[in-house]
């Protein structure tokens, strides 16, 4: 039998067989959202957690693991940033700002990341992917479940509430 | 300004503060960890659902105060 269709009758060596397979890819996708190592290797065990919980609807014919492993993975990096509130401290190694003073970089730098974690998730997750990340649009929409028109609303919108929210704290950022 | 150029201009913005990530490689196996939830939280026997209980009370109940019901029931099952 193969890996797949055994892993989806219940085989735990299968299963893990499947881990060892993807836990690198789970990773390396779900630290690009979280943005922590700790929170990543969390939320990758709670991935292939629920994968092994749902492998009785993962049809090993039509199913493509790794693409259902990347959405399971993105729907529990979301619900992750819909629970958590700005405990994550972002790395400091940066690009420079515009102004030239090292405190008010800092400042901004600041403002800049207290607006974007007020993003509601889920354009927090399309805004970390698309504008950080600069992932494909196609590669977002095929792991968050959506289309790739709704990832470019989200993203549209999310750059309009970060711009509102700049404006509100200060940073300038030309209107549209 | 376009959509594009509202992406670009927010995209230089975001990366002032907050970088791409540099490091995504898995340092350890996580296997380990993945057995003790597995162990721990073995995944639940299919659960059925309170009304699919209640349902088999009310059947259950009917066919023993009403045993003349057991052919019509053989019957249209």
Known sequence: MEL???????DLDAFEALFRQHQKEVYAWTVRIVRDRGIAEDLTVETFWRIYKSRARFDPAAGNFRAWAHRIATNAALDHLRHSRRETELPDDLASAGTADPAVRRETR???????????????????????????????GE???ISIALVKVRVFRAVRMLRKKLNSLGVEVNAK | MSNEENNKEMKKLLKQAIAPAQETELRRDLWPQMLRKLVEQ??????????????????????VFFPGSIPALLYHL
């Open chain 1, 4 to 10: 797949l269709e055994r892993f989806a009758a219940g």
């Open chain 1, 110 to 140: 600041e403002r800049i990341k207290q607006a974007f974690f007020q993003l509601p998730a889920k354009y927090r997750l399309v805004a970390t992917l698309a504008l950080i990340e600069e992932e494909p649009y196609k590669n977002i």
């Open chain 1, 143 to 145: 792991a968050a479940g």
């Open chain 2, 42 to 63: 073995p995944a639940p026997v299919v659960s059925v659902p309170w009304f699919d209980w209640v349902l088999a009370a009310i059947l259950s109940g009917v066919l």
